[in-house]
């Protein structure tokens, strides 16, 4: 049974920041790439950030700078740091867990910037 929680969102005005987590469950956690996406409404959803399981990182060219992805294998949990939040940043921000031919997906978590 594998379970992705998705915790952190909310209503941020611009410039503000947020931290999302995600606690994962059912899965051998040090084996996977542990990704965030969002998609915004009428449009596709796109990644965020990825981290591997050796901890590299990458990160969609809109976010670089602003966002942090990082992961705590003792606590099976990765995490967004998102500063300098604007309007554009507004989406349902998705959990993804990645390892050969699984590939799972938390609930989603709202994120509005909005003055």
């Known amino acids: 049974q594998v379970q992705l929680v998705e915790s952190g969102g909310g209503l941020v005005q611009p410039g503000g920041s947020l931290r999302l987590s995600c606690a994962a469950s059912g899965i051998i956690f040090r084996l996977f790439a542990m990704g965030w996406y969002r998609q915004a409404p009428g449009k596709q959803r796109e990644l965020v950030a990825v981290v591997d399981r050796n901890g590299g990182t990458n990160y969609a060219e809109s976010v670089k700078g602003r966002f942090t992805i990082a992961r705590d294998n003792a606590k099976n949990a990765v995490y967004l740091q998102m500063n300098s939040l604007q309007p554009e940043d507004t989406a349902i921000y998705y959990c993804?867990?990645?390892?050969?031919?699984?590939?799972?997906w938390g609930q989603g978590t709202q994120v509005t910037v909005s003055s």
């Open positions: 993804n867990a990645a390892y050969g031919g699984g590939n799972h």
